[in-house]
């Protein structure tokens, strides 16, 4: 894709943010698939039993395994320099992430430059003591954060030198089709499987 960008659909348009560039992979791309089957979805399916399986049973709803299927819809790579940012936004489809793949030295724990933050149901405003709203993450190459596509979050513009580069991805769950005289499936896994075509970032 670095070699050849113009081979790759710009995704700028799309993308809530100001990032110096953001180029689309094709789900289907050898390399998306090995990634997207080894990591990124069992890591989707980890994220899903840990919450589920500590639910009582009558609420786990479709989230039941062998009811459903992931599917990754999109992916798309994301270069940020000095001064680029996204601001608080949520994703189509059920689930979403990122994998960071480089980060720029001066990035660290003493600043909030450059770091993921997740928002919560109320605005973060320290001057009415309102602190817990906020959940920063410092990226550090090879970590990969998963997160239901609704929740909001946002990425910080840092000072300096270097490019911090990261791999986003949504993906959706699907009901599982129902083999010849099986019992009938469920068809409310989410509300964004409604959705004629999922293609949001």
């Known amino acids: 894709m670095l070699e050849q960008p113009e081979q790759y659909r710009d995704a700028s348009i799309k993308l809530a943010g100001q990032l110096s560039q953001q180029r689309e992979f094709r789900p289907d791309h050898p390399s998306v698939q090995a990634l997207c089957s080894t990591v990124l979805l069992p890591g989707c399916e980890r994220w899903i039993r840990h919450v589920i399986d500590r639910q009582p049973p009558q609420g786990r ?46 990035l660290n724990a003493r600043s909030f430059d450059g770091q993921l933050c997740f928002h919560g149901p109320e605005e973060w405003n320290i001057q009415s003591f309102r ?5 920063y993450v410092l990226p550090a190459p090879g970590d990969f954060y998963i997160f239901p596509a609704w929740q909001p979050h946002s990425v910080t513009p840092f ?9 986003a991805f949504n993906v959706i769950a699907r009901p599982k089709a129902v083999p010849p005289g099986g019992p009938p499936g469920r ?15």
């Not at 989230?63 to 299927?69: D, V």
């Not at 000072?159 to 791999?167: F, M, N, Q, Y």
């Not at 068809?187 to 970032?201: A, D, E």
Request: with cysteine; hydrophobic share 30%.
């Open 159 to 167: 000072r300096g030198d270097g490019e911090r580069w990261s791999l």
């Open 61 to 106: 709803g479709p989230w039941i395994p062998g009811h459903y299927e992931l599917h990754m819809i999109d992916v798309w790579l994301n270069c940020q320099r000095a001064g680029d940012y996204n601001p608080t936004h949520t994703h189509g489809g059920s689930f979403s992430g990122v994998l960071f793949l480089q980060v720029p030295p001066q």
């Open 131 to 135: 602190t817990g709203m906020a959940q």
């Open 187 to 201: 068809s409310n896994i989410s509300l964004s499987s409604q959705r004629p075509q999922v293609r949001g970032f």
